[in-house]
C-alpha cells in the first residue's frame, strides 16, 4: 500500500499515480513504476495532483527541490491514453481483443472487459451495459483513438480477452485514466478510491457494472 501526498489515502501502488524527481528537479510521472528512485504516490484524480503540487507535497515527498513543466497536470490523461493504445493494440496483435457492438456481445462470455470510447453515444453505452452485465466496464479513449487501434476511422466498444499481466496492466491504466479524465459519461471500474471532497473538489463517478 502506498499513500497519496496530497490527501494522505492509501492504496494499493497500481491504482495510484508513481512520480519520480530527476537530476535537474523535475518531476514526471512514471507510469509503469519502474523508474529508479524514490517515487511519490498520487491519486489518479488531477484535485490531488493539483493539490500535491500547490503545496509542496513533492519537495516534502523528495526531501528536495522540485519543479514543474508546463501542463504539468493536463498531460498525465495523454500518457494514460498511449499506454492504453498500446495495451490494446497489444491484444489485438495477440487476438485477445474484439470492437463493434455485436462482436462484443457475441464474445461476450469470454471477456475479462470492455472499453467504452468516451465520446461514444448514449444509446450504444446503455445497450452494451444491459446486455453484457456483470463484465467490469472502463471509460478509454475517443472513438477516434481506439479506432486507431484496429484501422477503422472510429470505435465506440471494445471487448478484451484475458491475457496474463498484460490485461492487468491495461485494467490498471483504463482505471486511472477514467477516473483522470474530465470526461465521467461512463461508468469507471476499479481505480483508487479518493474523497477528494475532502477538500472541496468534486469526485469522480465510479461503479461496476454488475446485475
Given at each position: 500500500?502506498?499513500?497519496?501526498?496530497a490527501c494522505r489515502q492509501s492504496a494499493p501502488p497500481r491504482g495510484l499515480l508513481r512520480f519520480v524527481r530527476g537530476l535537474d528537479g523535475a518531476v514526471a510521472l512514471d507510469?509503469?513504476?519502474?523508474?529508479?528512485?524514490?517515487?511519490?504516490?498520487?491519486?489518479?484524480?488531477?484535485?490531488?495532483?493539483?493539490?500535491?503540487?500547490?503545496?509542496?507535497?513533492?519537495?516534502?515527498?523528495?526531501?528536495?527541490?522540485?519543479?514543474?513543466?508546463?501542463?504539468?497536470?493536463?498531460?498525465?490523461?495523454?500518457?494514460?491514453?498511449?499506454?492504453?493504445?498500446?495495451?490494446?493494440?497489444?491484444?489485438?496483435?495477440?487476438?485477445?481483443?474484439?470492437?463493434?457492438?455485436?462482436?462484443?456481445?457475441?464474445?461476450?462470455?469470454?471477456?475479462?472487459?470492455?472499453?467504452?470510447?468516451?465520446?461514444?453515444?448514449?444509446?450504444?453505452?446503455?445497450?452494451?451495459?444491459?446486455?453484457?452485465?456483470?463484465?467490469?466496464?472502463?471509460?478509454?479513449?475517443?472513438?477516434?483513438?481506439?479506432?486507431?487501434?484496429?484501422?477503422?476511422?472510429?470505435?465506440?466498444?471494445?471487448?478484451?480477452?484475458?491475457?496474463?499481466?498484460?490485461?492487468?496492466?491495461?485494467?490498471?491504466?483504463?482505471?486511472?485514466?477514467?477516473?483522470?479524465?474530465?470526461?465521467?459519461?461512463?461508468?469507471?471500474?476499479?481505480?483508487?478510491?479518493?474523497?477528494?471532497?475532502?477538500?472541496?473538489?468534486?469526485?469522480?463517478?465510479?461503479?461496476?457494472?454488475?446485475?
Amino acid at each position: 500500500m502506498r499513500s497519496c501526498v496530497a490527501c494522505r489515502q492509501s492504496a494499493p501502488p497500481r491504482g495510484l499515480l508513481r512520480f519520480v524527481r530527476g537530476l535537474d528537479g523535475a518531476v514526471a510521472l512514471d507510469v509503469r513504476g519502474r523508474l529508479d528512485g524514490r517515487g511519490a504516490y498520487t491519486c489518479a484524480q488531477p484535485g490531488c495532483l493539483r493539490r500535491a503540487r500547490e503545496k509542496g507535497a513533492f519537495g516534502h515527498a523528495f526531501a528536495a527541490p522540485v519543479v514543474f513543466d508546463d501542463g504539468f497536470v493536463e498531460r498525465v490523461p495523454s500518457v494514460l491514453r498511449d499506454e492504453i493504445v498500446r495495451g490494446l493494440a497489444l491484444h489485438r496483435r495477440a487476438g485477445r481483443a474484439v470492437y463493434g457492438r455485436d462482436r462484443v456481445l457475441e464474445a461476450a462470455p469470454q471477456l475479462s472487459l470492455l472499453v467504452l470510447a468516451e465520446d461514444g453515444a448514449a444509446n450504444t453505452r446503455r445497450d452494451i451495459l444491459e446486455k453484457a452485465a456483470g463484465l467490469a466496464v472502463h471509460q478509454g479513449p475517443a472513438k477516434a483513438t481506439l479506432g486507431h487501434v484496429f484501422g477503422r476511422e472510429a470505435v465506440a466498444v471494445v471487448g478484451v480477452m484475458d491475457l496474463g499481466g498484460a490485461t492487468a496492466r491495461l485494467r490498471d491504466d483504463l482505471s486511472r485514466y477514467g477516473h483522470f479524465s474530465a470526461s465521467t459519461g461512463a461508468p469507471v471500474a476499479g481505480g483508487a478510491p479518493c474523497d477528494e471532497n475532502k477538500e472541496g473538489v468534486e469526485a469522480p463517478k465510479e461503479s461496476v457494472v454488475t446485475q
